[in-house]
């Protein structure tokens, strides 16, 4: 006769305790962002009004910073398919500050919902104006009195930021959805920390590059090396009508999206 063993439960308990307080299953994605090709100087702006608080920093075009090992700087790099809800938690209180008439940071992730700190360091009036896509779009004026306005982005999205008074200023913010993003620095590099192990798709966004996608297996313990990179592209560094705004890059000559 066959006889059922029982595991008794005092050893069961000890048993589940270790699993549940054992180390998290996640890893790390880490990487580079380049361009392949040599990528033009960024151009210099031209300051066209109050010049005596926008001359004071130089002004050069942001929307394409490659550095000398070809490392794409303001690349957003983001899990596309994450497995949890997890949502990003700010160190600190967002801000996008106009400083020197520049948007400063000129890219910046934000999590849905939260709300940041505009800021006119500058003490002249500047013309906050936002070109979302999912979220409703504002355009207020920031007069030199008003050091700080709030703002929030409810939806994930990709929002420009340009200044009405100062056609040269553009910024980014990118809402996110979730935990897992992050901005590339000078060097091109990225990381995405503590991404539950398992299999993505991890997705790009640069404002004159566009997206790119890369499948990514995220492993239990420690990390997953990334490297993308964007073919170069034609660049041009002056407005010709005839090419529609959308198929052109334009460091410098204020083509509008
Ligand atoms: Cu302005």
Same mark, same amino acid.
């Given at each position: 006769?066959?006889?059922?063993? +029982?595991?008794?439960?005092?050893?069961?308990?000890?048993?589940? @305790?270790?699993?549940?307080?054992?180390?998290?299953? @996640?890893?790390?994605?880490?990487?580079? +962002?380049?361009?392949?090709? =040599?990528?033009?100087?960024?151009?210099?702006?031209?300051?066209?009004?109050?010049?005596?608080?926008?001359?004071?920093?130089?002004?050069?075009?942001?929307?394409?910073?490659?550095?000398?090992? =070809?490392?794409?700087?303001?690349?957003?790099?983001? +899990? @596309?398919?994450?497995?949890?809800?997890?949502?990003?938690? $700010?160190?600190?209180?967002?801000?996008?500050?106009?400083?020197?008439?520049?948007?400063?940071?000129?890219?910046?992730?934000?999590?849905?919902?939260?709300?940041?700190?505009?800021?006119?360091?500058?003490?002249?009036?500047?013309?906050?104006?936002?070109?979302? =896509?999912?979220?409703?779009?504002?355009?207020? #004026?920031?007069?030199?009195?008003?050091?700080?306005? $709030?703002?929030?982005?409810?939806? $994930?999205?990709?929002?420009?930021?340009?200044?009405?008074?100062?056609?040269?200023?553009?910024?980014?913010?990118?809402?996110?959805?979730?935990?897992?993003?992050?901005?590339?620095?000078?060097?091109?590099?990225?990381?995405?920390?503590? +991404?539950?192990?398992?299999?993505?798709?991890?997705?790009?966004?640069?404002?004159?590059?566009?997206?790119?996608? =890369?499948?990514?297996?995220?492993?239990?313990?420690?990390?997953?090396?990334?490297?993308?990179?964007? #073919?170069?592209?034609?660049?041009?560094?002056?407005?010709?009508?005839?090419? $529609?705004?959308?198929?052109?890059?334009?460091?410098?000559?204020?083509?509008?999206?």
């Amino acid at each position: 006769m066959s006889r059922t063993r +029982v595991t008794p439960v005092f050893l069961l308990v000890p048993a589940l @305790a270790l699993l549940a307080s054992g180390p998290a299953l @996640a890893g790390d994605i880490v990487g580079k +962002v380049k361009y392949a090709g =040599k990528a033009p100087a960024p151009a210099k702006i031209s300051i066209t009004k109050d010049q005596a608080v926008c001359g004071k920093v130089n002004h050069e075009d942001e929307s394409l910073i490659v550095g000398a090992d =070809k490392g794409v700087k303001y690349v957003v790099v983001k +899990v @596309a398919d994450p497995k949890d809800g997890r949502k990003m938690s $700010p160190a600190k209180r967002p801000s996008l500050d106009q400083n020197g008439c520049k948007f400063i940071p000129h890219v910046e992730i934000v999590p849905a919902g939260q709300e940041i700190d505009i800021i006119n360091s500058d003490g002249i009036l500047h013309n906050i104006h936002s070109f979302p =896509k999912n979220n409703t779009p504002f355009n207020k #004026a920031q007069p030199k009195f008003k050091k700080v306005m $709030p703002a929030s982005f409810e939806k $994930p999205d990709v929002v420009q930021i340009k200044c009405d008074v100062h056609s040269w200023m553009s910024g980014w913010i990118v809402v996110a959805e979730h935990a897992y993003y992050s901005l590339t620095d000078a060097s091109g590099g990225y990381r995405i920390s503590d +991404v539950p192990a398992g299999s993505y798709t991890l997705e790009t966004w640069h404002e004159k590059l566009g997206k790119q996608t =890369k499948p990514v297996t995220v492993p239990a313990t420690g990390s997953v090396t990334v490297d993308l990179e964007y #073919a170069a592209k034609y660049v041009q560094t002056s407005c010709r009508p005839s090419i $529609p705004s959308d198929e052109i890059l334009c460091p410098g000559c204020g083509c509008r999206r």
